[in-house]
């Protein structure tokens, strides 16, 4: 008869998780591996144990065989003391040996940038919707296209209107910037840099939401209010976009919210560099910057009345 293992060194599997990239995926692969754990320690008991049956089973196999008085005394009489001997075992075994019995299959996790908190893990999905929103709510409760005085050139129109603008949304980011600082306690990576970017986020959704809402009025906003939604299930701030259908995942890259939380991931978390996502988004402050100003230089006439 073959007993049950009682060496006390596990099979150790490792795995690694980014948390600092997605707390969400981390927080799945962890629970992912769990339950992949426990099947396999259930499938490595179950072998142990067809093992064992197969070695009685044999054993009994060789009785009947026999089929003989005396022989088939003996025979028993060997299987009864091989019983006895693997009964005994079990009792000798120490508790450390017993779990590894059970659970022969130990998880090790190896987290590439670990997370004070999931709070930390989300602020960047959080804080680009809530940049987005504010632009848009700017967008449909003050009308950027109204005059207020009369302009000789339209590139003045224009400075009046968006430096004011401008000035309210890098005052709105400041004030979410102090309340996930000063209230919240965020600890990014680069404070600083969170600070600057989170200002280049605002003026790049600021840019392409007034454009919209200037040259097809209140429809453009509701417009981008659509297109938010839409970056919401695009971005995989609330599932790992690996998992989701193949539509998502094409559009997913190419999306200026996705590009602000990559951004704000590698400041808060990952402390990798933002370049590439910070001339983007520049690109976009330039080029819908440009579109609204040739909203003005299209209504010249009215302002000059």
């Known amino acids: 008869m073959r007993h049950l293992p009682t060496a006390t060194r596990p099979l150790h599997v490792t795995y690694r998780t980014n948390a600092g990239q997605s707390a969400v995926a981390a927080k799945m692969g962890e629970s992912a591996m769990t339950k992949l754990q426990i099947r396999l ?6 072998a142990q144990q067809t093992r064992l049956t197969a ?12 089929n003989q008085g005396t022989v088939a005394t003996l025979a028993l009489s060997r299987l009864q003391t091989q019983l006895a001997h693997g009964a005994q075992a079990m009792t000798t075994v120490t508790p450390a040996q017993r779990r590894v019995q059970v659970t022969p299959i130990r998880l090790i996790q190896r987290d590439t940038h670990s997370l004070a908190n999931n709070g930390t893990g989300m602020a960047p ?15 449909i409760i003050y009308d950027a296209g109204q005059r207020h005085g009369k302009y000789r050139y339209f590139v003045l129109a224009w400075l009046d209107k968006m430096s004011f603008l401008w000035g309210f949304v890098v005052l709105a980011a400041s004030a979410l ?20 970017f989170s200002l280049l986020i605002i003026l790049a959704f600021f840019s392409l939401v007034t ?8 429809t453009g906003a509701w417009l981008m209010l659509l297109f938010m939604i839409f970056q919401i299930g695009c971005s995989g701030g609330t599932y790992p976009i690996e998992l989701t259908n193949p539509l998502l995942r094409a559009f997913h890259p190419y999306l200026p919210m996705t590009i602000a939380m990559s951004g ?8 990798g560099s933002i370049t590439g996502q ?6 976009m402050v330039v080029a819908f910057s440009l579109g609204t100003l040739a909203y003005f230089y299209r209504h010249q006439d009215v302002s000059a009345e």
């Open 177 to 196: 910037w102090f309340g996930v600082w000063q209230i919240n306690g965020l600890r990014p990576v680069h404070p600083l840099a969170t600070y600057l």
């Open 211 to 218: 454009c919209f809402r200037l040259w097809l009025g209140l």
């Open 125 to 139: 999905y959080f804080m680009t919707i809530a940049l987005f929103v504010g632009c848009i709510t700017l967008n």
């Open 278 to 283: 910070a001339a983007i988004l520049v690109g």
């Open 264 to 271: 704000l991931h590698q400041t808060i978390s990952l402390g």
């Open 55 to 66: 070695g009685q089973l044999r054993q009994i196999a060789q009785l009947t065989a026999a």
């Open 41 to 46: 320690n259930q499938a490595v008991v179950q």
